[in-house]
């Protein structure tokens, strides 16, 4: 699997994090949780990762931008299969897709 679908997929299933799990590490993420828990999963990569934390909250809403942030440092270890709740929202998804493209491309 490549890395961009890689990526992809993981911010897909961390962004399911909050609502399928409520936030369960007791910790507020945001902005700077979101791009460690990216450069964790692709190899410490900080400066792409740095870009696309910026990216997607750009394109996203404030608090589905906090949504997404929380998830992806919740299941910062974690891999899986992208959850239909997750799929449903195509801003989301199209979010990390653009910035994914934009920054790991």
């Known amino acids: 699997m490549n890395r961009t679908v890689s990526l992809v997929a993981f911010l897909l299933v961390a962004a399911s994090g909050p609502m399928v799990l409520g936030g369960c590490s007791g910790v507020k993420a945001g902005k700077q949780e979101f791009a460690e828990a990216c450069s964790t999963h692709m190899g410490?990569?900080?400066?792409?990762?740095?870009?696309?934390?910026?990216?997607?909250?750009?394109?996203?809403?404030?608090?589905?931008?906090?949504?997404?942030?929380?998830?992806?440092?919740?299941?910062?270890?974690?891999?899986g299969m992208v959850p239909e709740s997750v799929m449903s929202q195509p801003y989301v998804s199209d979010a990390l897709a653009n910035a994914t493209q934009a920054c790991f491309a």
């Open 44 to 79: 410490g990569q900080k400066s792409k990762c740095s870009c696309f934390v910026d990216s997607v909250e750009k394109e996203l809403p404030p608090e589905v931008f906090a949504s997404v942030a929380q998830g992806a440092y919740d299941n910062r270890k974690m891999n």
